[in-house]
């Protein structure tokens, strides 16, 4: 009994969509770190965001946004952030969709797509960014070490945003969508925007995502080398989608390590030293 009630609590913090949670979900504490709602002024809007820092800071911290799965900012993406800050960032994770809903009133992935996720415009989003990154420059962060990572629905947005902000310094995009159908709310996808990446960006893909399929990676990595870009990509041979999704049965958890490993050192190398 205690059991159960112990696991159904961690379910109420995560999107109804995302279920079922499983149980060896990782939960990164607070010690030695500040987390909590905030919110961040955008276009005469104040969108929710969740952000982490460590309560130790000297001087102005790297920034990482972090970029929301389909389910919104739930507690897995509230734990990315807890843990890049504990490896010594400011990570902020805006909640992405506020204008046209809230993902946790949705309870399974197609209506949550149709009913929330379609009608959220790549402009809008990508100019609330530029403003979330505006505000962590402000409060606590340095503007200059500017990094974005996001999963899923983010991986992709994370792609798109490295073409559009000049100023970033890395990004790290875990299995987003690369190519697809084209709408007036996604008008590119990443292999449209290879030649227009102004950051270094490492890929993370799983060899058994049967929703991206590896036709796709390969397109994608044909457009960044004739783009000459500064990007790689990592596909892991027995990962499917949401590998790093601890809280779900598609948690790899070898592969999912490794990539985190990855992303550090991609964002030590290009982002994180003054």
């Given at each position: 009994?205690t059991?159960?009630?112990?696991?159904?609590?961690?379910?109420?913090?995560?999107?109804?969509?995302?279920?079922?949670?499983?149980?060896?979900?990782?939960?990164?504490?607070?010690?030695?770190?500040?987390?909590?709602?905030?919110?961040?002024?955008?276009?005469?809007?104040?969108?929710?965001?969740?952000?982490?820092?460590?309560?130790?800071?000297?001087?102005?911290?790297?920034?990482?946004?972090?970029?929301?799965?389909?389910?919104?900012?739930?507690?897995?993406?509230?734990?990315?952030?807890?843990?890049?800050a504990?490896?010594?960032y400011?990570?902020?994770?805006?909640?992405?969709?506020?204008?046209?809903?809230?993902?946790?009133?949705?309870?399974?992935?197609?209506?949550?797509?149709?009913?929330?996720?379609?009608?959220?415009?790549?402009?809008?989003?990508?100019?609330?960014?530029?403003?979330?990154?505006?505000?962590?420059?402000?409060?606590?962060?340095?503007?200059?070490?500017l990094?974005?990572?996001?999963?899923?629905?983010?991986?992709?947005?994370?792609?798109?945003?490295?073409?559009?902000n000049?100023?970033?310094?890395?990004?790290v995009?875990?299995?987003?969508?690369?190519?697809?159908?084209?709408?007036?709310?996604?008008?590119?996808?990443?292999?449209?925007v290879?030649?227009?990446?102004?950051?270094?960006v490492?890929?993370?893909?799983?060899?058994?995502?049967?929703?991206?399929?590896?036709?796709?990676?390969?397109?994608?990595?044909?457009?960044?080398?004739?783009?000459?870009?500064?990007?790689?990509?990592i596909?892991?041979?027995?990962?499917?989608?949401?590998?790093?999704?601890?809280?779900?049965?598609?948690?790899?958890?070898?592969?999912?390590?490794?990539?985190?490993?990855?992303?550090?050192d991609?964002?030590?190398?290009?982002?994180?030293?003054?």
């Amino acid at each position: 009994m205690t059991d159960n009630t112990t696991h159904n609590k961690a379910e109420a913090n995560f999107a109804p969509a995302a279920s079922p949670i499983t149980a060896d979900t990782i939960h990164t504490s607070t010690d030695g770190i500040t987390a909590h709602e905030t919110s961040v002024p955008t276009r005469g809007d104040s969108m929710p965001a969740y952000v982490a820092a460590p309560k130790e800071a000297h001087g102005p911290l790297p920034i990482v946004i972090v970029v929301q799965e389909i389910f919104g900012v739930h507690e897995h993406i509230r734990d990315i952030c807890r843990r890049l800050a504990r490896e010594g960032y400011l990570a902020i994770a805006p909640e992405l969709y506020f204008r046209q809903g809230d993902a946790s009133d949705f309870g399974d992935i197609q209506t949550l797509i149709t009913g929330l996720v379609a009608k959220v415009p790549d402009s809008q989003v990508l100019a609330d960014l530029d403003h979330v990154a505006s505000w962590a420059g402000r409060n606590g962060g340095d503007a200059s070490r500017l990094m974005i990572t996001g999963f899923c629905w983010g991986g992709r947005i994370t792609w798109l945003y490295a073409a559009h902000n000049p100023q970033l310094k890395a990004a790290v995009a875990w299995y987003g969508r690369l190519t697809g159908d084209k709408s007036l709310n996604s008008p590119e996808h990443p292999v449209d925007v290879a030649t227009d990446l102004s950051a270094p960006v490492l890929g993370l893909y799983g060899a058994q995502d049967t929703g991206i399929p590896l036709e796709s990676v390969e397109t994608m990595r044909q457009a960044l080398r004739a783009a000459n870009a500064r990007a790689e990509i990592i596909v892991y041979p027995e990962a499917g989608h949401a590998f790093n999704a601890d809280y779900r049965p598609s948690y790899h958890k070898a592969s999912a390590e490794d990539g985190w490993q990855r992303m550090l050192d991609w964002f030590a190398l290009y982002g994180k030293a003054k």
